[in-house]
């Protein structure tokens, strides 16, 4: 199955926080960032793991029971996007883009954050965009 990779979009001002940090990443960035989501959009989630992706665990990772974080490397700066498979059964929603650095995450309430957005998404609370990556 090949995932459709969306974005969460915030509802108040409408702004996809996905294409603002793409967006600062230049070229080279965004080319890591393309392979990535390429490679993984064509895996089942058993094949999103290290180094690639990684599902957090809840007892381990400030209880994010079911978000992925993406993982690459641009600019000397780890970068995580995070989502959730759905809801629709061909999807991943990324809805945070988080940093890393040993073990400090910005922003360090990611998870709480990444929780709230997923639940207001599936309430029909706001929409999402897929992310074009061809």
């Known amino acids: ?7 969460w ?23 890591k960032c393309d392979e990535r989501l390429r490679y993984l959009r064509d895996q089942p989630p058993s ?10 665990d809840s007892s381990r990772d400030h209880d994010c029971k079911d978000i992925y974080e993406v993982r690459f490397k641009a600019n000397g700066i780890q970068h995580r996007p995070m989502g959730y498979f759905g809801p629709a059964a061909d999807e991943f ?3 945070i883009w ?21 639940d207001e998404h599936r309430a ?7 992310i074009e990556i061809d």
Not at 9 to 31: H, N, R, V
Not at 124 to 130: A, D, F, M, P
């Open 9 to 31: 979009m915030d509802p108040k001002s409408g702004q996809c926080e996905f294409t603002q940090k793409y967006g600062k990443l230049g070229e080279a960035g965004q080319a």
């Open 124 to 130: 029909g609370g706001c929409t999402t965009q897929e």
């Open 1 to 7: 199955m090949r995932y459709k990779i969306m974005a």
């Open 98 to 118: 988080a940093t890393h650095k040993g073990s400090q995450y910005d922003p360090s309430n990611f998870c709480e954050r990444a929780k709230r957005r997923w």
């Open 47 to 56: 094949g999103w793991h290290d180094p690639h992706a990684k599902k957090l």
């Open 93 to 95: 929603t990324i809805v």
